[in-house]
């Protein structure tokens, strides 16, 4: 019952972020809203970390199974995909070393911050 509850909670705020995304006229997706909030929510005490982490660490794990829809329209779409197949490769490669660097550059001054701070938080 308490994975129901779980994931119930982290449902009920994606479909408060898609309400925001039909409210708002802005060209945000859905899903940011719903981070955000979920983030507000987290920083600001309104939700503890424990009232969701069972279920957030099991979607986290399964995450890769979830993206196999989206690979199976990529396969349908082969024929519009395969004129442009150059180019869409190094978009992707070039994004994914951009996207590993700021990530790494964050992590880095995440983790710099903690020891300046002295805090041990994980």
């Not at 004129?83 to 869409?88: E, M, S, Y």
């Not at 996207?99 to 994980?122: C, N, P, S």
């Given at each position: 019952?308490?994975?129901?509850?779980?994931?119930?909670i982290i449902l009920?705020?994606?479909?408060?972020?898609?309400?925001?995304?039909?409210?708002?006229?802005?060209?945000?997706?859905?899903?940011?809203?719903?981070?955000?909030?979920?983030?507000?929510?987290?920083?600001?005490?309104?939700?503890?970390?424990?009232?969701?982490?069972?279920?957030?660490?099991?979607?986290?794990?399964?995450?890769?199974?979830?993206?196999?829809?989206?690979?199976?329209?990529?396969?349908?779409a082969w024929d519009?995909?395969?004129?442009?197949?150059?180019?869409?490769?190094?978009?992707?490669?070039?994004?994914t070393f951009v996207?590993?660097?700021?990530?790494?550059?964050?992590?880095?001054?995440?983790?710099?911050?903690?020891?300046?701070?002295?805090?041990?938080?994980?």
């Open positions: 019952m308490k994975y129901l509850k779980q994931f119930g009920a705020i994606s479909c408060l972020g898609e309400l925001l995304s039909l409210l708002l006229p802005l060209p945000v997706p859905a899903s940011i809203y719903g981070i955000v909030i979920l983030f507000v929510c987290l920083q600001s005490g309104l939700l503890k970390l424990a009232s969701i982490r069972e279920t957030s660490v099991f979607l986290i794990e399964i995450m890769p199974i979830l993206f196999l829809p989206a690979a199976v329209g990529l396969l349908e519009v995909l395969k004129p442009n197949l150059l180019p869409i490769a190094v978009i992707t490669a070039v994004s996207v590993m660097g700021a990530a790494g550059l964050v992590t880095q001054a995440v983790i710099r911050r903690g020891k300046k701070g002295g805090e041990d938080h994980v």
